[in-house]
C-alpha cells in the first residue's frame, strides 16, 4: 500500500488558453488531498503541500478540463497549462471551496441562452423578478425574496463595479435604471442573495446583482431585429484593437417601437459603448466609456373598473399624456496589479452623468378634477466614485491557508434640481411641491478574511460605512440648507463544508443595509437614516452526477423600522419592522451535449411584524414564484430554448383584501447558424396569455365618478409578440 504524505513541496505556474492568453479563475483541485486553489488574472496559480502522484484537475467553464500527474519534476518548479476550448457543460463544474458556486452554476443558463435584453440579464437571477410600468424607459419594479423592491431599495446593482442604484432619487430611493447595459456585450454574471459579502455595501439586503461586460469580443457582429408593433432593433460589437497586449471594441444598440397599446409609445432607445483592455505580466487596465438616453410616451396603469366597464380594453389609457426622457453617460476604469506571487491590488473608479424626466398619473382626477394629477419628477446628477482592495494570500502548512482582503472606497452624488411638480400635459407647470439640491457622500472600508482548513472554509467580514447627507430646500422662503451624518457597522460570517467534489453545505449571517432618501433623513432628524437587516442562509449544492446539480436552502431576512419617502407624493411615510423566511430550490441537468434543463422555485412568507394578525401582509410581497426552460442543439445548425417564469396570487394590500393576480408566461427562442450568419425569431408570450405585469392597490377617481374607488390598478404584460432576427459575425 502506497501512502502519500505531505513534505511541504509546492507547484506553482501559468494558466493559457490556446491562444497563450492567461485564463483568469481556473480551478485547481488536488484530488488525493483534496487542496484547491485558483488561477488570479495572469492566469497564476501556486499550490502548496504537493507530493509525488498527486492528481490535479484544471476545471473552467467553457475549457476542457485537465488531469495532471505529479512528477519528481513538477516538485517545486514552474508548469504550464493549456486548456482547449469546449462547450459550457455541468461536466466542467467541480464543488470546492468557494462561497458564490451557486452563481457559477447559473452562468451556465446564460452560456446556454444568451440574454437579448437588460430585463433578460436581472430574470437570470434565481428568484428574481421584474415588471415595467412606465413605457419602457423607465427603470423596471423587481422582486426578490419577498420583497417588493420598487426600483432597486433592496438590491445593489452593478456594471464593471460601477453601482447602478441611484441614492435619494427623484422617483425613488434606489432607483436602478439598466437600460445602458448593451445585452450583447454582458460576460458574466455575480450574485448573492442576501447581505453577506462585505465588498457590497448599500441597498445589497435583498441581495446583489454584479454585472461584468467582455474585455474583448471574439468576431465582429452585427445583428437586425424587426418584428410586431413597429419594433426594430440595430446592435454592433466591432474590433478596434487586438493585439498581444491590447484589446478594443466599440458597441452600439438602436431600438424604436411603438409598443402594444392603443396609444403609440413613441419609444427609442440609443446606447453607444467602448472598451480597451491593456495588459502585461501581473498588471492590466481597462477603460471604459458608455453613452444612452431614451425617450418615451406611456399610457400608464389603468384601473380595472374601467376595462370591466368598457371604457377602455386592457391596452387603453385614462391618460396617455405620460412618458419621458433620460440619459446616462458612463467613464469608468479597472485596474489590476499582482504585486509579487502573494499579493494583490485592484482599483475601480467611475464618473457618470445622468439626468432624469418623468411624467406620471396615477389617481387620474382624484386631487384636481379639473385638469387632473399629473405630475413632473426631474433631476440632474453627477455620481463620481472610486474603490481600492488590497488581498494577500497566506499558505502554510498542514492544508491552512488564508485570503485576506482589505478595502476602501466612496462614492458622492450630486443631484441639481430634484423636483416633484403638479404639471399639466407635459408642458406646464401647476405647482412645486419639492424642489432642491441633494450632496450625499458615502465613506467607506472593510476587511475580510477566508480561512480554510481541510473540508471547512470561514468567511469573517466586518464593514464601516459612513454617510453625510445635505439638503437645500429651494422653496423655502430664506436659506435652507441641512445636514445630517450617520455610520453604520455590519459584521458577515459565513461556513462552508465541502464534504465531497460534489457535495457543499453553507451558514451564511450577515447584517446589511440601505440607506433612506435624503430628504427622509432630514425630515425625521436622522431617525432609522440607514435600516439595518440581519439575514441568515443554510443550504447545500449538491451533484448526484456528472450532468446533474441541486441546490436547496432555507433562509430569513428581519428588516428594521424604516423612513420612506414617497417621490410620486414628496411626503415621508413610516414602515414598520418587517420578517421574511422562505426556501429556495433549483435543479440544473444536462441530458445531452445538446440537451439542458433548468428550474427554480422559490416559496417566501412575508409578514409585519408590529401589524395585528390579517393586517400584516407586506403589499405586493410574492410568496410562491418560478422561473426555468430548456434548450435544445440537437438538430444540426439549429438551437432552441424555451422559457417560462411564473408568479402565484399575492396581497396588494394589507389585509389581502384586494389581491394581485399571478401568471405563467413562457417565450420561445429560435436560432438558425449558416457559417457566419444566423437567423434567429425571438417570441415572447408564445400562447397569448393574458396577465399583467405590474399591479397597485391605488385609489384613483375617473372624470365621471364623485368618490375615490381603491382597487388594482395595472399595466397589461406583452401580449405575443414576434420578431425576427438576423446576425452576421466577421
Request: hydrophobic letters at 35%; charged letters at 25%; proline letters at 3%.
Amino acid at each position: 500500500m502506497q501512502c502519500f504524505i505531505s513534505m511541504g513541496h509546492e507547484i506553482k505556474g501559468k494558466i493559457m488558453d490556446p491562444y497563450n492568453k492567461p485564463v483568469e479563475g481556473v480551478g485547481i483541485y488536488n484530488e488525493t488531498t483534496q487542496d484547491f486553489t485558483y488561477s488570479d488574472i495572469s492566469g497564476y496559480f501556486e499550490l502548496d503541500t504537493i507530493a509525488v502522484n498527486d492528481v490535479l484537475y484544471f476545471y473552467s467553464l467553457g475549457y476542457e478540463t485537465v488531469s495532471k500527474v505529479i512528477s519528481n519534476d513538477d516538485l517545486n518548479s514552474s508548469v504550464s497549462v493549456v486548456l482547449k476550448e469546449a462547450p459550457v457543460s455541468l461536466e466542467q463544474v467541480v464543488l470546492i471551496s468557494k462561497i458564490d458556486a451557486f452563481s457559477r452554476m447559473v452562468q451556465i443558463d446564460v452560456e446556454q441562452n444568451p440574454v437579448r435584453s437588460s430585463q433578460e440579464v436581472l430574470r437570470r437571477v434565481p428568484g428574481l423578478l421584474i415588471g415595467q410600468h412606465a413605457g419602457g424607459g423607465k427603470a423596471e419594479q423587481l422582486f426578490l425574496r419577498g420583497f417588493d423592491l420598487d426600483h432597486g431599495t433592496d438590491i445593489a446593482i452593478s456594471v464593471d463595479d460601477m453601482p447602478v442604484n441611484l441614492v435619494s432619487h427623484a422617483h425613488g430611493q434606489g432607483y436602478s435604471d439598466l437600460h445602458f447595459l448593451i445585452p450583447e456585450t454582458l460576460d458574466r454574471l455575480d450574485f448573492e442573495k442576501g447581505p453577506y459579502r462585505a465588498e457590497q455595501g448599500n441597498f445589497a439586503t435583498a441581495g446583489h446583482v454584479a454585472i461584468k461586460t467582455k474585455d474583448k469580443i471574439e468576431q465582429n457582429q452585427i445583428s437586425l431585429e424587426a418584428g410586431d408593433f413597429n419594433t426594430l432593433r440595430l446592435v454592433s460589437l466591432i474590433k478596434l484593437l487586438e493585439t498581444d497586449h491590447a484589446d478594443g471594441y466599440i458597441a452600439s444598440e438602436g431600438l424604436v417601437t411603438d409598443g402594444f397599446f392603443e396609444s403609440p409609445q413613441n419609444f427609442n432607445r440609443l446606447n453607444l459603448m467602448g472598451s480597451f483592455r491593456f495588459s502585461k505580466e501581473n498588471e492590466s487596465l481597462r477603460l471604459g466609456a458608455s453613452h444612452f438616453q431614451s425617450r418615451w410616451d406611456a399610457s400608464g396603469q389603468i384601473p380595472q373598473r374601467a376595462v370591466d366597464a368598457g371604457l377602455i380594453s386592457r391596452f387603453g389609457s385614462i391618460d396617455d399624456t405620460e412618458g419621458g426622457t433620460t440619459s446616462r453617460s458612463n467613464l469608468w476604469l479597472n485596474h489590476f496589479k499582482a504585486l509579487d506571487e502573494h499579493q494583490s491590488i485592484r482599483t475601480s473608479a467611475y464618473l457618470s452623468a445622468y439626468d432624469f424626466e418623468l411624467y406620471s398619473n396615477f389617481t387620474f382626477f382624484l386631487n384636481d378634477p379639473v385638469y387632473g394629477d399629473q405630475i413632473r419628477q426631474k433631476e440632474d446628477r453627477i455620481i463620481l466614485g472610486a474603490k481600492s482592495v488590497y488581498q494577500k494570500k497566506l499558505h502554510t502548512k498542514d492544508e491552512v491557508h488564508a485570503e485576506l482582503e482589505i478595502g476602501s472606497g466612496f462614492r458622492y452624488d450630486q443631484v441639481s434640481d430634484v423636483e416633484l411638480s403638479r404639471s399639466r400635459n407635459r408642458s406646464e407647470t401647476l405647482e412645486n411641491i419639492a424642489l432642491g439640491q441633494i450632496d450625499e457622500l458615502n465613506g467607506f472600508a472593510f476587511a475580510d478574511l477566508e480561512y480554510t482548513l481541510g473540508k471547512w472554509t470561514l468567511n469573517g467580514a466586518l464593514r464601516t460605512d459612513y454617510f453625510n447627507f445635505q439638503y437645500e430646500n429651494d422653496l423655502s422662503e430664506t436659506y435652507d440648507r441641512q445636514r445630517k451624518t450617520k455610520v453604520f457597522i455590519a459584521p458577515k460570517f459565513n461556513v462552508l463544508y465541502t464534504a465531497s467534489p460534489e457535495l457543499q453545505a453553507f451558514l451564511k449571517t450577515g447584517l446589511g443595509f440601505h440607506s433612506n432618501d435624503a430628504r427622509v433623513v432630514l425630515a425625521n432628524t436622522g431617525e432609522r437614516t440607514l435600516p439595518g437587516a440581519f439575514g441568515s442562509d443554510l443550504g447545500i449544492i449538491w451533484k448526484p452526477g456528472s450532468r446533474t446539480v441541486v441546490n436547496a436552502g432555507l433562509w430569513m431576512l428581519r428588516s428594521q423600522q424604516e423612513f420612506v419617502y414617497v417621490g410620486d407624493e414628496g411626503i415621508v411615510e413610516p414602515s414598520g419592522r418587517s420578517s421574511r423566511a422562505g426556501a429556495d430550490l433549483g435543479v440544473r441537468h444536462q441530458w445531452t451535449d445538446d440537451l439542458y434543463l433548468y428550474a427554480d422555485v422559490n416559496y417566501t412568507y412575508a409578514r409585519s411584524i408590529d401589524e395585528p394578525e390579517g393586517q400584516d401582509f407586506i403589499p405586493l410581497a410574492p410568496d410562491l414564484t418560478s422561473a426555468g426552460g430548456i434548450t435544445f442543439g440537437g438538430i444540426k445548425n439549429l438551437k432552441a430554448s424555451l422559457q417560462y417564469r411564473y408568479i402565484k396570487d399575492r396581497p396588494a394590500n394589507e389585509d389581502n383584501s384586494i389581491v394581485a393576480e399571478g401568471y405563467f408566461v413562457t417565450d420561445l427562442n429560435l436560432n438558425y447558424s449558416i457559417n457566419n450568419l444566423t437567423l434567429g425569431v425571438v417570441v415572447e408570450n408564445l400562447f397569448d396569455t393574458e396577465w399583467n405585469e405590474t399591479q397597485f392597490a391605488t385609489a384613483s377617481r375617473l372624470r365621471n365618478e364623485q368618490q375615490a374607488v381603491e382597487e388594482i390598478h395595472f399595466t397589461p404584460g406583452t401580449p405575443f409578440f414576434i420578431r425576427g432576427r438576423l446576425s452576421l459575425s466577421f
